[in-house]
């Protein structure tokens, strides 16, 4: 089975058969589609749909993709993951990490705010003063302490408490972000090590299989500052077009006394 055909058996397992209108008066032995009904569904033969799932058919069209998608209810990410699977789409070779002038210009109004950009890959590229204050100088990091994703799994943020549902949410939208940039960047060698490292944690491996495909957007976090406590912070990610870089923005949740912390820490 190749990654085509794994990703197309785990959507079919995700889908409610009654959502889509079937329904079966006898036990069911897959928790979501039976090969049959995706076919059905989709308008193509089953034993398409099953040489598709072993790896044995050849490259599907953009239509069947299409049909599969709307079968599967695949969202747009997951329908574009799709396409570049089949090949139907551009793949660039490495993951840009050059911040662009027009970047910096935002960045640079945006002084009284915790923001940093990342690269695809969730490497860290710049991190304002601000961002400095509130979660410690990256300058001296190791590559391994610029990587969100490694962070994450791996616990090493010491200024960052999260609860068990937001860090359930923030796990699970992060894998999902970084199966798009697998698709994306198929022959980037720094992506693949990334997720060959991150296959060691259980909590990853469980995401990373049930190959979601989605863009991370925000998360709730609060910063553990040594000097001013605890700051609630909201953020929220803006993906650029052209250099798919992430510009992320820390703002105080509100409700709260972090917009006093911040102003204090700057």
């Known amino acids: 089975m190749n990654e085509l055909g794994a990703a197309l058996r785990a959507w079919r397992d995700r889908v409610d ?3 889509v209108g079937l329904t079966s008066a ?38 069947v993709c299409s049909c599969l998608a709307r079968a599967l209810r ?37 002084g009284d705010t915790p923001l940093a950009v990342y690269d695809a890959a969730w490497r860290l590229l710049h991190g304002n003063p601000l ?6 100088d990256p300058a001296d990091a190791t590559a391994d302490d610029r990587n969100a994703m490694i962070i994450q799994f791996e ?8 609860t068990d549902a937001e860090r359930a949410y923030f796990e699970q939208s992060l894998v999902a972000d970084l199966r798009a940039t697998s698709a994306r960047y198929p022959h980037d060698p720094d992506v693949a090590a990334l997720i060959a490292r991150l296959a060691g944690n259980e909590r990853f491996r469980r995401l990373w299989a049930q190959r979601a495909v989605a863009t991370h957007e925000s998360a709730h976090k609060t910063a553990v500052h040594p000097q001013v406590g605890a700051i ?25 006394d972090a917009r006093k912390k911040l102003d204090r820490l700057r």
Do not use: C, H, K
């Open 74 to 110: 695949l969202s747009t990410e997951e329908e574009a993951y799709l396409m570049r699977l089949a090949g139907l789409a551009a793949a660039s070779d490495r993951v840009p990490t050059l911040i662009p002038r027009s970047l910096w210009r935002v960045i640079d109004q945006l």
């Open 232 to 256: 609630p912070l909201d953020a929220n990610v803006l993906t650029t077009q052209n250099t798919d870089l992430r510009l992320v923005v820390l703002t105080p949740r509100t409700g709260t």
């Open 131 to 136: 961002f400095v204050a509130v979660f410690g």
């Open 26 to 63: 006898n036990p069911r032995r897959v928790a979501g589609l039976r090969r049959d009904e995706l076919a059905m569904l989709a308008g193509i033969s089953v034993e398409y749909v099953a040489r598709l799932e072993q790896g044995r058919a050849a490259t599907p069209s953009s239509q």
């Open 17 to 19: 058969p009654a959502a």
């Open 155 to 162: 616990s090493r943020n010491r200024r960052v408490r999260q």
